[in-house]
């Protein structure tokens, strides 16, 4: 059994990995969408 | 309580009786949020059609607020929940994880429902859907927003928990199925719409209730968008997984390769919803830079992922009926497809609209230079028609031909009906896409009830083509919108007044897991598939010429050609 799963390639092993998978779907579009996104608002001068 | 199982006759699919009951539960909660949605349609159509123009201002804005809430949120999740219950306990033949929370997250959601659609309609929360501050709703607008999305999110944990007892309980072998794995990819970009939402509409609420004095419209649009527009995107993850499953269903289809289908999967949850920004092209406060990394170069891995899904189903199919013997030419296998069977024909229109119409537009509307043609014009929502409508409504509605005697145990009334369906819903559809995408292009506006500016200081004479795309936009629309009609009342009474069809084996264990025998001897090579080949060439000119076209059209209006 153990052999069986060391045979399993990595990318395989990734996606049969839900939790994984759902840490990186929440990450990238969060840091790259969002958190960018809202830096760059913030960044703007404020007019007086 | 102990769990029961049923052997469905027909499908031989095996249905934890709590998880049957939730599917069917949402099923038809969606079906209902449709038909609101639906009459709403009518009211947007018959008002945007220059020559009727049915409704005043005020109620057509409440109208198209309903319509816009009630189809892109409550009809499609409603749907899609339906659909993560359905590919964890039943393709993985094991119990619902947490029922009893289950059907509290489902009521949960039927109340938000309701509350928003009470807010809506008492006519002080007309915001539409994307509700832009400072337009502020009634309180239990956003509340009703915030309680469906809370049930919704629960159902995702329950997904992924339901996943975790099929594991834990071996009811399946090596990796989870295709259609899971899709139904996964959905659930993931939920949980991250549902936060999205989370962030920005419980401070909208608190700023409706007096609490916090102001909220910034552009940081509001940005977080919003968040959820706005990955709520679509869980749409395209669950209708590819719905794709796939007909087409196992019908044909007895197998991936052309689960390896290639699964990457694109991954594709789809690292960088569908970055898509957001396209939402966000003309908007000063935000960086060419962000712009361009989020819609152009990480979201051309989420079009490269849809184009192998739309390339993989058909192949899928190709590959099945070559092995039946429909081999003569390059689509003998295509014209030999069960072009009566609504189940496939909503599915294969569903597919090559949401190609060709959605997906083309999409890229297009994603370069930030190009967006500029097109911003805020009625082309968005001829696109996202193309998209939402077509690609996942029509699949959903193929799917539930299927549902109706599996899933309700009736047997499905006018059957001539259901054959017709999808090309009179569809091909209407197909009309409405394109018409509005062509009225955008000569810049009518987005949403703005009178095309004409009727009384306006500075009037602006259309094109007459502005006029007969709108016109033929109504004539279309209400096509679409009456046999849609006449689809929820066919549905409706199969559900009620439909033979009762026989309820199967009901057992207080699953069946345990059999493994297919191991094959020996020669391996059967998969036929090739040249006739997809020919699809795909097609479309990728398609893709190429529009893609020029637009180029060529704004280089002409900046004068630089």
């Avoid at chain 2, 066919?490 to 033979?499: D, E, H, N, R, T």
Wanted: proline content about 5%.
């Amino acid at each position: 059994m153990a052999d069986q799963e060391e045979n399993i390639p990595v990318m395989q092993r990734w996606l049969d990995n839900p939790f994984l998978l759902l840490f990186l779907g929440i990450t990238i579009p969060t840091v790259l969408y969002i958190l960018w996104g809202v830096m760059e608002i913030a960044n703007i001068p404020v007019a007086h | 309580m102990a769990t029961t199982y049923r052997i469905c006759p027909r499908s031989g699919l095996q249905f934890d009786t709590d998880a049957e009951k939730l599917m069917r539960f949402h099923a038809v909660a969606g079906v209902l949020s449709l038909l609101v949605g639906g009459i709403m349609a009518l009211g947007v159509i018959l008002t945007r059609w220059p020559a009727v123009k049915l409704l005043p201002a005020d109620v057509f804005y409440m109208v198209l607020t309903a319509h816009g809430i009630d189809m892109l949120i409550f009809w499609i999740i409603f749907f899609e929940m339906a659909v993560l219950i359905f590919a964890s306990s039943t393709l993985l033949r094991c119990r619902l994880a947490m029922p009893k929370l289950a059907w509290a997250s489902s009521w949960l959601m039927v109340l938000g429902a309701i509350m928003t659609n009470v807010a809506i309609f008492q006519g002080e929360s007309s915001v539409m859907f994307t509700s832009y501050v400072p337009m502020q709703a009634k309180w239990h607008f956003y509340l009703g927003l915030i309680l469906f999305a809370v049930g919704a999110l629960l159902i995702c944990f329950i997904f992924l928990g339901t996943l975790v007892v099929a594991k834990a309980e071996k009811t399946y072998e090596g990796s989870i199925p295709l259609v899971t794995f899709g139904a996964l990819t959905a659930c993931i970009i939920a949980i991250f719409t549902i936060a999205g939402g989370a962030v920005i509409l419980i401070p909208t609420l608190l700023w409706s209730l007096g609490y916090i004095r102001e909220i910034d419209s552009l940081m509001y649009r940005v977080v919003w968008w968040a959820m706005g527009h990955s709520s679509q995107q869980i749409n395209v993850a669950a209708h590819v997984a719905i794709w796939y499953a007909i087409a196992a269903i019908v044909f007895g289809a197998k991936p052309m390769s689960e390896k290639v289908s699964r990457t694109a999967y991954f594709l789809y949850i690292l960088f569908l919803q970055l898509a957001c920004a396209h939402h966000l092209l003309s908007d000063p406060g935000l960086g060419s830079e962000w712009k361009v990394v989020n819609t152009s170069y990480f979201m051309y891995f989420a079009v490269l992922a849809s184009m192998i899904h739309g390339m993989t189903v058909p192949g899928a199919i190709e590959q099945a009926q070559r092995l039946k013997g429909y081999n003569k030419g390059l689509f003998e296998w295509l014209r030999k497809a069960p072009w009566g069977n609504p189940a496939f024909s909503a599915m294969f229109l569903s597919l090559i609209g949401f190609g060709f119409l959605g997906g083309i537009s999409g890229v297009m509307m994603g370069a930030e230079q190009l967006n500029m043609l097109i911003h805020n014009t009625i082309y968005v929502p001829g696109h996202f028609h193309a998209t939402v409508v077509i690609g996942t409504t029509l699949a959903f509605m193929g799917l539930t031909y299927f549902l109706v005697p599996v899933l309700f145990k009736r047997e499905l009334m006018f059957p001539g009906y259901a054959k017709l369906f999808p090309y009179l819903f569809g091909l209407s559809m197909y009309i409405v896409a394109l018409v509005m995408m062509g009225a955008g292009t000569l810049g009518v506006s987005r949403r703005h009830w009178d095309m004409a500016f009727a009384g306006a200081p500075m009037a602006y004479e259309w094109p007459g083509a502005a006029y007969l795309m709108m016109g033929l936009t109504g004539i279309f629309g209400v096509i679409a919108c009456v046999s849609g009609g006449l689809w929820i009342l066919q549905i409706v009474f199969s559900i009620l007044l439909g033979k009762k069809l026989e309820e199967g084996e009901l057992r207080s264990t699953p069946i345990p897991l059999t493994l297919p025998a191991p094959t020996t001897g020669s391996h059967v090579h998969p036929p090739a598939t040249p006739g997809t080949l020919v699809l795909a060439l097609v479309f990728l000119t398609a893709f190429i010429l529009y893609y020029f076209v637009n180029w060529k059209y704004l280089s002409s209006l900046w004068g630089l050609g």
